[in-house]
């Protein structure tokens, strides 16, 4: 039993892997599939809320998507009119964020329609399940937080589906607060996947385009490696200084996570009660400067930078100039995993010991 989540890359660009792997997940016992919106729609979603972008473009961009991969674009029509009426009627909203996130809603609804309809071709059955009927915010429009407790009450709307044989997808990103629609932040569709695993008692895959948690991150640094175990106190402060392979509410909610890639599907690292103490070397734009951060160590060989902790997790962090930012990345990668870190020591992945499986 496992809850499976699709980023918005994999969606967009990889969705017959994305089917194929639930159907298989499916094939091995209960699944329950949470989806990003397609990859760059949410900041298009944005642009429309504030009136700098076409809503024609989004529904050509959806509609084209869909029959590439053999969805009836029709089945679209009733979420892009609903989304005209919401558009057209911005003063009936209480306030111009709570009419923003529910214009971000958006994403994730088309794109939850587009999978289960893809899921529907291979002869599966899914039904899409409301974000907002079951998971319950706290009402803070773009970064609302779940209240686990009153939520709790609702998992039996995926139970329902699940009792019926099908198979549900529910629209990452979004909870609901009195009746309004609530985002959970950038990035929150781990967090949709993490609440669920928790509620369910369920283990999370996340699945995207890269295979887990890398000693730095792989598309500036590439000799950085995967870590095969990250314990959540890691991964929490990794997260919150700008990791971005994993949401760092996602870790708080507290279920166990795997990530795996979406073109091999291993499960590249686990978080969760485990460490495999090995540093991760994370960073943020600041404006002109860039802050570089490496977790898990208390000294950077050669730089002069203070030791903090965050939950028993030391890590040490250095600010550098924007346009500078690869090559630090490099150098501090290097110097803090050159001595310690022979590769050979350590399995590639943690998919020689973890396959997925529900
Ligand atoms: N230390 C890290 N380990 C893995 N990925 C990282 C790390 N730091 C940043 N990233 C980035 O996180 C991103 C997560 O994958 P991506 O495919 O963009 O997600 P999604 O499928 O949600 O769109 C990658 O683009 C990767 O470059
Ligand atoms: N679509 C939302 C939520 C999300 O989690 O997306 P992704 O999984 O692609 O990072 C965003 O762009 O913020």
Known sequence: MIVVKF?????????????????????????????SALKGVTDALLGLARGEERLDRLVGLHREHAERHGVEPSVL???????????????????GEAFTDRVLSFG?????????EALKRRGLSAR????????????????????LKVSAGNVSLVEEVLDAGEIPVVPGFVGGFNGMVTTLGRGGSDYTASVLGRLLGWRVLI????????????????????IPFVSRGEALVASRLGMKAL??????????????????????????ERSSGIPVVVHRVDGESAVISV??????????????????VPYVSLRVPRARLGSYLVRIHDAVTGG????????????GELSVSA
């Open 7 to 35: 980023g918005g890359s994999s969606v967009r660009f990889e969705l017959p892997s994305a089917v194929e792997l639930t159907e298989r997940l499916w094939d091995a016992g209960d699944v329950v599939v949470v989806v």
């Open 77 to 95: 029509s009733p979420i892009f009119g609903e989304l005209e009426g919401v558009l057209a009627g911005r003063e009936k909203f209480p306030c």
């Open 108 to 116: 994730e609804l088309l794109s939850a329609r587009i999978f289960a």
């Open 128 to 147: 899409i399940v409301e974000p907002w009927e079951l998971l319950v915010t706290d009402g803070n429009f773009g970064d609302a937080s779940v209240d």
């Open 207 to 226: 699945v995207s385009h890269v295979d887990g948690i890398y000693t730095a991150d792989p598309h500036r640094v590439v000799s950085a490696r995967l």
């Open 247 to 272: 949401h760092e509410k996602a870790v708080s909610a507290g279920a166990e996570i795997l990530l795996a890639g979406i073109r091999n599907w291993n499960v590249g690292t686990v978080v969760g």
């Open 295 to 312: 977790v898990g160590v208390d000294s950077v060989p050669g730089w002069d930078a203070r030791v903090r902790w965050e939950g028993g």
């Open 340 to 351: 310690l870190f022979d590769v050979r020591a350590f399995p590639s992945r943690a998919g």
